[in-house]
Structures are given as structure tokens and as C-alpha cells.
């Protein structure tokens, strides 16, 4: 079956050209590659690609995206990939340092007897330090805390490999079978069933939120979409480098709106949880506990070690928990006017094949 990639990218042409790089090396090649540009305005990631030499078998399409939203860029990419048996999708600044990265992603969904809906990876984080002060500081507000935290975020309950209603995980166990059952992907390396992904596991509550730049966790709402078609598995065999040598795109060290990003995140993962039924009562009480805990943190390590970026980032956070909890917004209040079905098609009638300057009828 024919294995198709797509890398949604939003300023980061160096980086996607060092990824494709990788990508040539490996040990199964991608016989479509599909490259969905948040910024196409400003022509770099297609002049990038029109200086590389890409293997003639592989076609490489390039799609401008009309709106710079992860998951809207996702829902392009498969809307593009169509036709294809599996779907890898990757961020824009990986490394890939095992050749044969791509064939363990996907050999899960060759399976027979056992169907695999979705595959994920170790990722190797690099030391964020000096490089990105904005993921240094994320990364330490949010780390896991004391114990006592662990009941408000329900880590408790949660089985390995499992996921909370606010969408805390817990990494699998690994028995040295190579692959492991969970119940969430890390959005960094996903491989699909191609036919197993459609239009309802890219909700647009989703494109708008991240368009307005106020949330996170557009992986585990599509895992949990797509979970309903099979199982999801965790790759102990294969992983992916994470070196943290660019900046975050959520901006400048605004740690208000990060606070707001990670609460509105939790509602985000909660209200799909349970993929495209409602969520129940007993999940949106465990967001709330969830919520109420880590306010309850960031205020106490603002306390400990008083700092700005920690009074703006618990202040953001504990204003969206409320939020997320009785005034969450819509999609309408965020994203007024934009018909998303249209600009996704007015964006897939832009694309181009890479090398080529018409347009694909």
C-alpha cells in the first residue's frame, strides 16, 4: 500500500529541509510527501522545496494553508493524502536518526488478526536551556509535582499507557515486545490507516482555537477520534529527535497566554475524550479537578520562587481555568466569518506539485 507523509510547517524552511534529508535516507521511501505551509505569504518553504532534489519517486506536493492552525494544516494534509494506505505525519523540526524509522512506524498497520489504527514513538527531547526560554519555562511550570497533585490530575487511575479526561498521560510499560497498546499519540510522529481518519476526527472547535493560538492537545483529540477504529500503539523501537533549536511559534515570552493555552488545552482534549460522543458528567469532573489542582500549583511555585513570568503564567492560567469550566469559547466567537470547509477547499485547489508551477485541476 502506497505510505504517504505529510509535515504541516509554519516558518521553519531550514529545519524542513534538513528533515527531508533524513527522510531520503530512509529504508522505506514515502511515495507521496505533502508539505502544508501556515505561511505561505512569505514564499520560503516553497523555495526550499524547489531547491532540493527529490528522489522522481516520490511526488511531493506543497498545499499554501489559507490559516496557520495545526490541526486545520492536519485536515489539509489527509484531505490531501487521500488514496494513500498509511499516513505519518511529522513535525516540522524532527531528526530522524533511524533509517528504518518509517518502516517501524508503520508495520503495526500491516498487521493481520490485530487491526492498528494509529502508532506512536519515543521522542527524544534535546535540552530546551538557552535556546527557547519560552519551552524552558513551559516545560518547569508544568512538570509532574509532589504526590498531592497527582489526585487532582488523576494520574492515579490512569493505567499505563492511558490518558485522563484532562488529558494527562502515562507512558507504557515496556515488556520488550517492541510496541505496546495506548491510549493516546504524541503529535510529534503519527502514523494512520489513512481510511480510518475522516472529516469528524478534525473538529473545527479545533482549527479556530489554535488559529487564535489558545490551546493545545490537537493530538490526543485526533488519536481519540481514531481510536474508535482500532487500537492505538506506542513504538519502543522507534523514535524521533526533538532538539529544541527553534523558538516556539505560540510567539513571544507570553506566559499570560500560555497559562490560557495549557487550561483551555485540558477543556479542549476533555471534550473529546470519549471521540465523538459528548463527554459525560464524571469527565467533566475530573477536569475540574484537574484544573483546580494546577491552579492550586502555580500559585504555590510562585510562592515559593516569586518571578514575572510565573505570576503572568498562574495568572493566564487560573482566568482560563474558570474559563474553560463556564465561558469556554465558541467557534463563532473566535474565528467569526471563516467557513472553514471552504477555505479548505479554496487552499487544496492551490496546491502544487513541487517542480511544477501549474495548479492541479
Known amino acids: 500500500m502506497k505510505c504517504a507523509i505529510c509535515i504541516p510547517t509554519y516558518r521553519r524552511a531550514p529545519q524542513l529541509v534538513r528533515l527531508i534529508g533524513d527522510?531520503?535516507?530512509?529504508?522505506?521511501?514515502?511515495?507521496?510527501?505533502?508539505?502544508?505551509?501556515g505561511d505561505p505569504d512569505s514564499g520560503e518553504v516553497f523555495a526550499a522545496l524547489q531547491s532540493l532534489n527529490i528522489p522522481p519517486a516520490t511526488e511531493t506536493v506543497y498545499v499554501p494553508s489559507?490559516?496557520?492552525?495545526?490541526?486545520?494544516?492536519?485536515?489539509?494534509?489527509?484531505?490531501?493524502?487521500?488514496?494513500?494506505?498509511?499516513?505519518?505525519?511529522?513535525?516540522?523540526?524532527?531528526?530522524?536518526?533511524?533509517?528504518?524509522?518509517?518502516?517501524?512506524?508503520?508495520?503495526?498497520?500491516?498487521?493481520?488478526?490485530?487491526?492498528?489504527?494509529g502508532v506512536t514513538?519515543?521522542?527524544?527531547?534535546?535540552?530546551?536551556?538557552?535556546?527557547?526560554?519560552?519551552?524552558?519555562?513551559?516545560?518547569?511550570?508544568?512538570k509532574t509535582g509532589p504526590r498531592l497533585w497527582h489526585r487532582f490530575w488523576n494520574r492515579g487511575s490512569i493505567a499505563p499507557g492511558g490518558l485522563s479526561p484532562s488529558g494527562h498521560r502515562r507512558m507504557p510499560a515496556d515488556r520488550g515486545a517492541g510496541y505496546e497498546t495506548v491510549e493516546w499519540l504524541s503529535g510529534a510522529a503519527m502514523a494512520f490507516r489513512t481510511d480510518d481518519l475522516s472529516a469528524s476526527c478534525f473538529p473545527t472547535a479545533g482549527f479556530a482555537l489554535f488559529k487564535a493560538r489558545l490551546a493545545t492537545g490537537e493530538d490526543l483529540v485526533l488519536a481519540r477520534h481514531a481510536r474508535?477504529?482500532?487500537?492505538?500503539?506506542?513504538?519502543?523501537?522507534?523514535?524521533?529527535?526533538?532538539?529544541?533549536?527553534?523558538?516556539?511559534?505560540?510567539?513571544?515570552?507570553?506566559?499570560?497566554?500560555?497559562?490560557?493555552?495549557?487550561?483551555?488545552g485540558e477543556r479542549y482534549v476533555n471534550d473529546s475524550y470519549r471521540g465523538p460522543d459528548e463527554p459525560r458528567i464524571s469527565?467533566?469532573?475530573?477536569?475540574?479537578?484537574?484544573?483546580?489542582?494546577?491552579?492550586?500549583?502555580?500559585?504555590?511555585?510562585?510562592?515559593?520562587?516569586?518571578?514575572?513570568?510565573?505570576?503572568?503564567?498562574?495568572?493566564?492560567?487560573?482566568?482560563?481555568?474558570?474559563?474553560?469550566?463556564?465561558?469556554?469559547?465558541?467557534?463563532s466567537e473566535l474565528t467569526p466569518g471563516v467557513d472553514w470547509e471552504a477555505a479548505a477547499q479554496q487552499a487544496l485547489g492551490a496546491r502544487r506539485l513541487v517542480g511544477q508551477h501549474a495548479s492541479f485541476a
Request: proline fraction near 5%.
Open 23 to 37: 527522510l531520503a535516507r530512509q529504508t522505506v521511501a514515502p511515495d507521496l510527501l505533502v508539505i502544508v505551509d
Open 66 to 117: 489559507n490559516h496557520a492552525s495545526l490541526p486545520y494544516q492536519r485536515y489539509l494534509g489527509w484531505r490531501a493524502c487521500v488514496g494513500s494506505g498509511w499516513l505519518v505525519y511529522l513535525d516540522d523540526d524532527l531528526r530522524l536518526p533511524q533509517r528504518d524509522f518509517i518502516e517501524k512506524m508503520i508495520e503495526p498497520l500491516e498487521w493481520h488478526g490485530r487491526r492498528i489504527a
Open 121 to 142: 514513538c519515543t521522542i527524544e527531547f534535546g535540552d530546551p536551556g538557552g535556546a527557547d526560554d519560552i519551552q524552558s519555562s513551559t516545560l518547569e511550570l508544568t
Open 228 to 264: 474508535r477504529k482500532g487500537e492505538l500503539a506506542f513504538a519502543f523501537c522507534a523514535s524521533v529527535n526533538h532538539p529544541y533549536e527553534t523558538p516556539s511559534n505560540f510567539g513571544s515570552e507570553d506566559f499570560y497566554r500560555l497559562g490560557l493555552i495549557h487550561s483551555y
Open 283 to 331: 469527565d467533566r469532573f475530573a477536569l475540574a479537578r484537574s484544573l483546580a489542582g494546577s491552579v492550586a500549583l502555580h500559585w504555590f511555585r510562585f510562592a515559593r520562587r516569586p518571578q514575572a513570568r510565573r505570576w503572568r503564567f498562574a495568572c493566564g492560567f487560573t482566568i482560563g481555568a474558570f474559563r474553560a469550566l463556564f465561558a469556554f469559547p465558541n467557534q
